[in-house]
């Protein structure tokens, strides 16, 4: 059985994220490592940590990450993603606050540490910033070789970003280390707005939710409805939300969703492309290709596996 970790800013997507994986009974969600970006870290790691008591799963493990982008000291919560998530993280929606605290281990060494304990077996999944994986890479940069793959929600490469022409969220918040990452040969398919964009949820699929009558239900309908309606503002020609982390803990599951392209990756760090993510041209002739890029999505079939796993998951929570 595939072991996933979730490294969440949880926002609105990041739970789904985590309703999807718990919700994927062929795989096992062991943990959650805290970031930052859609809030502060601290936040996302309460949100994770109710989240999962609401879903009643209080045994997956919630560990502290880097609160800030490794070249810098401090992180604000932009004014646009108070707006897109609400100031809590999950559209203003109110649930009970977990009884558990974040576990004593860091993130950095939980990543590098269960990459130890289950080897190829173990998918990591970052759908925010890629600070705490390039952490984890400097401390222990044999992990590239032992773990099974990382899924990553970032990146644009056939479509403009999502922050400017050529960035998208996750990787303007930290483009030196999503950089090192991108470059260290670490096995990685990128799920990025080329993909996520083409995969909408609309208030149908919320009112199937609301119609189950129980509290995972309702918190997945009104939290994913202020969703929607921040993205009726902010990109109203789409018709609905972006199943952005969702697709990411989709993929990680069943490869099969998507279409890649094999081709080494860099982030552009430095000039008015900052935060761009492109091939790598000291890498276009190499043979070995560590990277893969979503291009296409089978759009019909991951909102089946979306509503089905979620919806199942909802209907006993």
């Not at 800013?9 to 490592?33: M, V």
């Not at 998208?168 to 096995?187: K, L, M, T, W, Y």
């Not at 990685?188 to 996520?196: K, P, Q, R």
């Not at 239900?217 to 921040?230: E, Q």
């Amino acid at each position: 059985m595939k072991k996933l970790i979730l490294d969440l800013d949880t926002g609105i997507d990041d739970a789904l994220a985590i309703a999807y994986a718990l919700g994927s009974t062929e795989s096992e969600l062991i943990g959650i490592t805290g970031t930052y970006g859609n809030v502060l870290m601290e936040q996302g790691v309460r949100n994770a940590l109710a989240i999962t008591d609401l879903f009643g799963h209080q045994e997956v493990k919630v560990y502290k990450g880097l609160p800030h982008a490794s070249t810098k000291d401090s992180f604000e919560v932009l004014d646009i993603s108070a707006f897109i998530h609400g100031k809590n993280g999950i559209g203003e929606v109110s649930i009970p606050e977990s009884s558990r605290d974040a576990e004593s281990m860091s993130a950095v060494d939980f990543i590098i540490d269960a990459v130890k304990t289950y080897g190829e077996d173990l998918i990591y999944i970052p759908t925010g910033p890629l600070t705490n994986l390039d952490a984890a890479l400097k401390k222990a940069p044999e992990i590239k070789d032992e773990i099974g793959r990382v899924v990553l929600m970032g990146g644009a490469l056939t479509v403009p970003g999502n922050v400017n022409a050529w960035t998208e969220a996750n990787i303007s918040q930290d483009p030196d280390a999503a950089n090192n990452v991108f470059r260290s040969g670490i096995p990685a398919t990128m799920i990025g707005l080329d993909v996520t964009l083409q995969t909408l949820l609309t208030y149908k699929e919320t009112q199937q939710w609301r119609d189950l009558n129980t509290p995972a239900g309702s918190f997945l309908a009104d939290m994913s409805d202020y969703y929607i309606k921040a993205y009726e503002t902010t990109a109203p020609h789409l018709g609905g939300c972006g199943l952005h982390d969702p697709l990411a803990v989709g993929v990680a599951v069943d490869p099969t969703l998507v279409s890649t392209l094999a081709i080494n990756m860099q982030v552009d760090v430095e000039g008015p492309t900052r935060g761009r993510t492109i091939g790598d041209p000291t890498k276009l002739n190499d043979p070995d290709k560590s990277m893969q890029v979503a291009v296409g999505v089978d759009v019909p079939r991951f909102l089946d596996e979306f509503m089905n796993r979620i919806s199942g998951l909802a209907k006993n929570s």
